[in-house]
């Protein structure tokens, strides 16, 4: 678990934040050059273990609030007290899910100082704004809720200086998986077309894409704990199923868009939204073709 400086405390703190500033390692040259051509890199070691922990404790605390006995039963782990609550009454785990949204824990990944770094490196303004917090509790019994092929440019009407950090709040391996992607040399950097789905299940699923997957290899990449996957809203990608038998994959979608962003202005600063009876991108695309 050891190996993280901690930026929060101490004099350390001001070294290690000066030392990655200087030297410009939260997005170097080569990684910058990577964003810029397959539309995705991973940033490295953004975030401090604490902040994991504090979220940890924090969830623990909620699903206290739903079912004390899911969370002594738990031994302090987070997918145990997920599962407790599951096992009680699935609207139970909904509950803390939808709890978990509102955590303050969660906003600090949001703002937190290196990730803002490379982020307005990768999208070069100084200048953003962030557009959605999501959370994911992706466990392996419920592949329904999995994303398929799919850009977020649909989630909002933002491009190019647009992109989503993902951000694992565990570490990940092959059987918890996480999303793949094809790099923009695939798609030309086109955004596809996309259609409603017929109905509307989830969130994930609400959007289909209405043309070919393109050829090539999709890319799984390496997003250690601690790093951020920066990708830009025309990349495709998907996620991964859960083959974990015993454990749930929790991530992090923050989506960031610059204010310079033509589209962004021209939409009044009002990103796109996708709810159970709109999706107001493709309701524009429609109102566009009539
Ligand atoms: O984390 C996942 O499984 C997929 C997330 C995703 O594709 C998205 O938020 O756009």
Not at 8 to 20: D, E, I
Not at 208 to 216: A, Q, S, T
């Amino acid at each position: 678990m050891g190996g993280f400086p901690s930026i929060l405390s101490g004099k350390c703190a001001v070294f290690c934040m000066s030392f990655l500033r200087l030297d410009s390692m939260i997005l170097d040259d080569e990684m910058l050059a990577a964003f810029r051509g397959d539309g995705a890199v991973t940033a490295p070691q953004l975030f401090p273990r604490e902040m994991f922990s504090d979220f940890y404790s924090e969830v623990l605390t909620i699903a206290g609030m739903i079912a004390p006995d899911a969370v002594e039963e738990a031994d302090g782990s987070i997918d145990k007290a997920w599962m407790g609550l599951a096992r009680r009454d699935r609207k139970m785990a909904s509950t803390l899910y939808d709890a978990v949204k509102h955590s303050m824990t969660l906003r600090r990944f949001a703002v937190s100082p290196l990730l803002v770094e490379a982020v307005s490196t990768a999208l070069g303004d100084k200048a953003i704004a962030l557009v959605d917090l999501n959370f994911r509790i992706d466990a392996p019994s419920e592949p329904q809720f999995l994303f398929s092929w799919h850009q977020d440019y649909w989630f909002s009407m933002c491009s190019p200086k647009a992109l989503v950090a993902w951000i694992p709040m565990m570490p990940l391996d092959e059987e918890v998986g996480g999303i793949e992607y094809f790099p923009l040399s695939a798609t030309g950097g086109r955004i596809l077309s996309a259609k409603r789905a017929p109905e509307y299940r989830s969130y994930s699923d609400s959007i289909l894409l209405n043309e070919p997957i393109p050829n090539g290899k999709p890319q799984r990449p390496l997003v250690s704990w601690g790093d951020a996957l920066l990708f830009s809203f025309d990349v495709l990608h998907r996620s991964l199923p859960n083959r974990a038998l015993d454990r749930c994959r929790w991530t992090v979608q923050l989506r960031f868009v610059a204010y310079s962003d033509d589209a962004f202005l021209r939409e009044r600063y009002r990103p796109g939204l996708v709810t159970r009876e709109h999706i107001t991108y493709l309701e524009r695309m429609e109102g566009q073709r009539q």
